[in-house]
């Protein structure tokens, strides 16, 4: 079964800059993160979730407008770890961040619409002064 875990979350200072990490592992035999599309995901108090980014298995991205410019998704296939790079944090980023796998056929097209079935637990961002 695919566990996902999520870590990087902090308290943070406006302006300040975070990288997230969504760490892969219980893979099928012979499968690696890149056989998945990964998003990342954040719902702060009393908002929906919402889609923020996600990265296809051939390492196509895709960002949300809200976020574009300010946010870059990774993934380093050796560590089975697709990151999430914030910058010029502001109070209204503040939420749990959570990152979401699906297995996929080979495509440079993802989308934060897919149904995700595989979700880790989520990291807390805080932007406070």
């Known amino acids: 079964q695919l566990q996902l875990v999520e870590s990087g979350g902090d308290l943070v200072q406006p302006g300040g800059s975070l990288r997230l990490s969504c760490a892969g592992s219980g893979f099928r035999t012979g499968y690696t993160v890149q056989f998945y599309a990964v998003a990342w995901f954040r719902q702060a108090p009393g908002k929906e979730r919402e889609g923020l980014s996600c990265?296809?298995?051939?390492?196509?991205?895709n960002y949300a407008d809200s976020v574009k410019g300010r946010v870059t998704i990774s993934r380093d296939n050796a560590k089975n770890t697709v990151y999430l790079q914030i910058n010029n944090l502001n109070p209204e980023d503040t939420a749990v961040y959570y990152c979401?796998?699906?297995?996929?056929?080979?495509?440079?097209?993802?989308?934060?619409?897919?149904?995700?079935?595989?979700w880790g637990k989520g990291t807390r961002v805080t932007v406070s002064s």
């Open positions: 990265i296809s298995t051939t390492g196509g991205t």
């Open positions: 979401a796998a699906k297995l996929k056929r080979r495509s440079p097209i993802c989308t934060m619409q897919t149904h995700y079935n595989n």
